[in-house]
């Protein structure tokens, strides 16, 4: 299932959590490490750089943070990312350098790359957001099956197990998701793609992509 692997999906070096990677093949296999990955990485940073706020949350000296954002540690705020009004940050959350989190969006258990955008009523939870992501106004991750059995990722039609009860999306480098649209549990979403608005995802969908439906995806062209 190479397609799927965190080498085919992300550039490593667009992110303060690149060490959470080494040694893992598949995304999904990092989550319920992210917690603790924070508070240790956390505990590194430079103190010139990062200003510790309350219990495990460090926020970058260069960072924006509206005064009226919530932020629930352990997170870490990386440089010159942009915490808007209302942004709801339950915890276990990595927000990369000039990305953005807008006004009333809410992470949950995440890794933000470098200049991601969930700017506008996005919920993201236990997701992994690669390089120069964004997901549109009202897009969201559904990250628990409604039956509660464990998340499977759907690659061509064979089921990769997870052994996660919890797993939102995964998105590779500069995935555009449309408004509105759905991240079903399990959903994987090759780099350079775009999903249309309003659509439903489910399973994987290949890198160079349009998505516009479910069994209509477009390759893209070259202009």
């Given at each position: 299932?190479q397609e ?5 999906l ?10 959470i ?6 995304p ?24 510790r706020?309350g ?7 260069s960072a924006v ?6 932020i ?15 942004a709801?940050?339950r ?27 969930v ?7 236990d ?13 969201i ?14 690659v ?13 999306a995964?998105?590779?480098?500069e ?23 309003l659509?439903?995802v489910?399973?994987y ?6 998505y516009?439906k ?10």
């Amino acid at each position: 299932m190479q397609e799927i692997e965190i080498e085919n999906l992300f550039d490593r070096t667009k992110t303060i959590a690149a060490g959470i990677f080494e040694g893992k093949t598949y995304p999904f296999e990092v989550l319920p490490l992210i917690r603790d990955f924070i508070i240790e990485l956390g505990k590194k940073l430079p103190d010139d750089q990062f200003e510790r706020r309350g219990e495990d949350v460090w926020i970058a000296r260069s960072a924006v943070v509206a005064p009226t954002a919530y932020i629930h540690g352990p997170v870490i705020i990386d440089e010159e990312a942009e915490i808007r009004h209302c942004a709801f940050i339950r915890g276990s959350a990595i927000v990369g350098k000039h990305a953005v989190v807008g006004n009333s969006t809410e992470l949950k258990n995440v890794i933000l790359f470098d200049n991601v955008q969930v700017p506008h009523y996005n919920y993201v939870g236990d997701s992994i957001l690669g390089y120069k992501s964004h997901m549109g106004a009202g897009s969201i991750t559904s990250n628990v099956k409604s039956d509660k059995t464990l998340v499977e990722v759907k690659v061509n039609g064979t089921p990769v197990r997870t052994g996660l009860k919890k797993m939102g999306a995964v998105l590779g480098d500069e995935v555009e998701v449309g408004c509105g649209s759905i991240l079903n549990p399990g959903s994987v979403i090759g780099p350079c793609t775009n999903i249309y608005p309003l659509s439903s995802v489910r399973g994987y969908v290949p890198g160079g992509s349009i998505y516009k439906k479910q069994g209509e995806v477009a390759e893209k062209r070259e202009m």
